[in-house]
């Protein structure tokens, strides 16, 4: 039903202070060489696939547009899509698709978030918001025993069968309101 266990990053009790340099690289080192190892992925190819990651980490979470995005990025859309999925595979991304579609169907995804809110700090340091790492802490920690989908009304599925909205200071829970009486968390 769910994914296994994603990425833990164990170095942080060395050095605090290094800790978003250490998971930058083990990102990198993801990229450069374990990514190549699996799939036929040349250097211009890693350099293009670097660009999609800035790109999301600023805007995170990120809704994809795969026609401006294929663009910018020179990459066609089949590509564009397969690139996502091998980053989330990777446990850099966290692809987020609608309730009827899953990874392997190479469909769209409807968010795209970094995988966890260690990677939010080491990539998206200037652009944090809290929001974007309540929905990324909710969503990295439900599916690996859970199946996440986006949701119409809120914004999370689990299992097909509850929605969730993950609120703040500034956001209740009036988009599921009228679904039943939902209990909201906060």
């Known amino acids: 039903m769910g994914q296994k266990a994603r990425v833990n990053y164990p170095y942080y009790k060395e ?8 998971v930058e690289q083990s990102i990198n ?20 696939i670097r660009k999609l990651l800035a790109t999301i980490s600023e805007t995170v979470p990120f809704t994809p547009n795969i026609t401006n995005l294929d663009a910018a990025i020179e990459i066609g859309r089949h590509a564009l899509v397969k690139y ?31 995988d966890n809110t260690n990677i939010i700090h080491s990539l998206a340091f ?20 859970h199946r996440v989908n986006t949701a119409e009304n809120g914004d999370f599925t689990i299992d097909g069968t509850l929605i969730f909205e993950v609120v703040g200071k ?5 988009q599921i309101n009228t679904i039943l009486k939902p209990k909201i968390f906060t």
Do not use: W
């Open 15 to 22: 050095n605090i202070a290094t800790y978003p340099i250490q």
């Open 29 to 48: 080192k993801t990229l450069n060489e374990d990514l190549p190892a699996i799939e036929h992925i040349e250097y211009a190819t890693i350099l293009k």
């Open 84 to 114: 996502l999925y091998l980053l989330d595979k990777a446990g850099i991304l966290l692809c987020i698709t609608e309730p009827n579609q899953t990874l392997q169907t190479l469909a769209k995804p409807q968010k795209v978030y970094l």
């Open 126 to 145: 200037q652009n944090i918001n809290l929001g974007n790492i309540r929905e990324t802490f909710f969503a990295n920690q439900l599916r690996t025993k």
């Open 170 to 174: 500034n956001k209740g829970g009036s």
